[in-house]
């Protein structure tokens, strides 16, 4: 075994992070969308670094709204979580890994929102030896602070790590760092035989 720990990003690895399928779950008006969109997604990567509050943010963009947005918005924000859609292969896949006896774990951007929530409605979290989201963290990748205390934490050596991420600036600090990875895009076969499975 060349890797004892393989380590996942959440969106578009664990489950199918797309802005605009998880917003249209909501409006289906074209001028609505893109006020919302605008208004919404501005603050998705403060919110991802948890540099600013969920809940401030959320009423603080809902009273920004026209009238009939804002309980449309609101609803977004409680509930927009339930269309980030689970990618079965890889659900597999980590079944497969923990059978042969590695260990796994979440290095993943999220806000506080869904750091609370993801255990609920993604049960293959528990099945993680170890999880690390970046807002209550007030960290975020590719920021080598938060790739160190996942290592820091979990008494990990970053080369007996894998990463599977699907931005190539996340990949690249991790392999920095001395954490050998692969841009995910999907295939499953690709990331089995980069790691020897």
């Known amino acids: 075994m060349r890797y004892k720990n393989i380590v996942f990003d959440f969106g578009n690895v664990i489950g199918s992070f797309d802005a605009d399928y998880i917003l249209d779950q909501y409006v289906h008006i074209k001028e609505d969308f893109t006020i919302l969109a605008n208004a919404i997604f501005k603050n998705w990567p403060a919110l991802d670094a948890g540099t600013i509050d969920y809940d401030q943010t959320a009423a603080e963009t809902i009273a920004s709204l026209p009238a009939h947005l804002k309980d449309t918005a609101r609803d977004f924000y409680a509930n927009w979580f339930q ?17 042969r006896s590695y260990s ?55 080369k007996d790590c894998f990463f599977l991420d699907d931005l190539v600036e996340n990949i690249n600090a991790g392999q920095a760092l001395g954490m050998d990875g692969i841009v995910f895009t999907g295939d499953i076969q690709a990331v089995k035989s980069a790691i020897g499975f």
Do not use: M
């Open 104 to 158: 796994v774990y979440l290095l993943s951007n999220a806000s506080t929102r869904f750091a609370e929530v993801a255990k609920k409605y993604y049960p293959i979290l528990n099945e993680f030896d170890g999880i690390v989201f970046s807002a209550p963290l007030k960290l975020a990748k590719p920021d080598p602070a938060i790739y160190q205390y996942l290592f820091d934490t979990f008494h990990l050596s970053p």
């Open 83 to 99: 269309y980030v859609n689970p990618l079965t292969d890889t659900w597999d896949f980590i079944h497969e890994l923990k059978e």
